[in-house]
């Protein structure tokens, strides 16, 4: 049973900095694709960044040139640099796992999710 377990997120003040980490355990996810999604307050959950098996990356259109996703292998463990963070940004982020490999931006291709992590940016 694989497990993803965020961490990093917190309150920040407009135009600072976070770093999501997502740590997977269970077993090795370096031929996964892995997602950042991320869910306001009354609103759908979207992918805002994705990473496919060999390093390939996607994000929305909302945070591309603020975003950065980015994993390492050896350590079972995939991040979420943001930077410039405005406060529509403000959500709870869900690391997600795909077995698919390639990268997915459908939510329900998804094969396992963490719990989520509060992310808070006041103006």
């Known amino acids: 049973q694989v497990q993803l377990v965020e961490s990093g997120g917190g309150l920040v003040q407009a135009g600072g900095s976070l770093r999501l980490s997502c740590a997977a355990s269970?077993?090795?996810?370096?031929?996964?694709?892995m997602g950042w999604f991320r869910q306001a307050l009354g609103k759908e959950r979207e992918l805002a960044a994705a990473?496919?098996?060999?390093?390939?990356?996607y994000y929305a259109d909302s945070v591309k040139g603020r975003f950065t996703i980015s994993r390492d292998n050896a350590k079972n463990t995939v991040y979420l640099q943001m930077n410039n963070l405005k406060p529509e940004d403000t959500a709870v982020y869900y690391c997600?796992?795909?077995?698919?490999?390639?990268?997915?931006?459908?939510?329900?291709?998804?094969?396992?999710w963490g719990q989520g992590t509060q992310v808070t940016v006041s103006s």
């Open positions: 990473i496919s098996w060999n390093g390939g990356t």
């Open positions: 997600a796992a795909a077995a698919e490999g390639y990268i997915v931006v459908v939510l329900d291709e998804y094969d396992y």
């Open positions: 269970g077993r090795t996810l370096s031929s996964f694709a």
